[in-house]
């Protein structure tokens, strides 16, 4: 069964530390794995997309890496902000389908206190 | 900023009624999805569309429909909500081919008493 885990379910950390995120997922065959920036009450915001032969990519202080092989996924976050509080949502997507069809984690809550 | 727009953003409609969530986008995106999303969940796709006159539910059962007649705007209706509707719904879209970013719109929240 296609898969999505994320950990942990919740993090609080201080304003200005630095923070990682996990994804371990059994989506297979994979095609892409991509990190989303919710905040509350809004829709997700694209923050990296990854293909199999990219083991990391960076977004301004979004830092995210691909283990492929052990399939698993982090996002690191540099000196947090208080913008930052937010759900992560790591989404892997399939190449089993025309639809490329995406499995959804349901994300870490993060909040930045200052 | 994704150029993808719903309404309304939030909603309180009683048992029974119809209702016509909007979803509008200026990209040109082919592809078109909704998905259903309740708190601390993860998002579950509901229905999706390839470009015109193309319609497809998705992984989640829903009593909802779509329609999509015009590549910018892809409307979901229910006919007859019921209180187990109550969730948020967020539209998204996409070009065409794999890999591409996938923009979301704020989402309707629609609760039904």
């Known amino acids: 069964k296609n898969q999505v885990e994320q950990s942990p379910q919740s993090l609080i950390i201080l304003e200005g530390k630095n923070c990682t995120l996990q994804?371990?997922?059994?989506?297979?065959?994979?095609?892409?794995l991509r990190w989303y920036k919710q905040d509350t009450g809004r829709g997700p915001v694209s923050l990296t997309i990854?293909?199999?032969?990219?083991n990391t990519k960076s977004n301004g202080r979004y830092t995210a890496t691909l283990d492929a092989d052990t399939k698993q996924s982090s996002l690191h976050i540099t000196a947090s902000q208080l913008s930052d509080s937010a759900s992560y949502i790591c989404?892997?997507?399939?190449?089993?389908?025309?639809?490329?069809?995406?499995?959804f984690g349901r994300g870490t809550q993060l909040t930045v206190w200052p | 900023e994704a150029d993808i727009y719903q309404t309304p953003r939030y909603l309180v409609i009683g048992t029974g009624k119809k209702i016509t969530l909007e979803c509008s986008q200026t990209?040109?995106?082919?592809?078109m999805y909704w998905y259903q999303q309740d708190p601390g969940m993860e998002l579950h796709l509901i229905h999706y569309?390839?470009?015109?006159?193309?319609?497809e539910k998705g992984d989640l059962s829903s009593e909802s429909t779509v329609s999509r007649i015009r590549t910018e705007h892809f409307p979901l209706t229910l006919e007859s909500a019921r209180p187990s509707h109550t969730s948020q719904y967020l539209c998204?879209?996409?070009?065409?081919?794999?890999?591409?970013?996938?923009?979301f719109g704020e989402g309707s929240w629609l609760t039904v008493v």
């Open positions: 998204a879209s996409s070009p065409q081919g794999e890999g591409n970013t996938i923009y």
């Open positions: 994804c371990n997922y059994t989506v297979s065959p994979f095609s892409n």
């Open positions: 990854m293909t199999f032969s990219e």
């Open positions: 989404v892997v997507s399939d190449r089993g389908s025309t639809l490329g069809r995406l499995y």
């Open positions: 990209m040109g995106h082919d592809k």
């Open positions: 569309s390839y470009g015109v006159n193309s319609t």
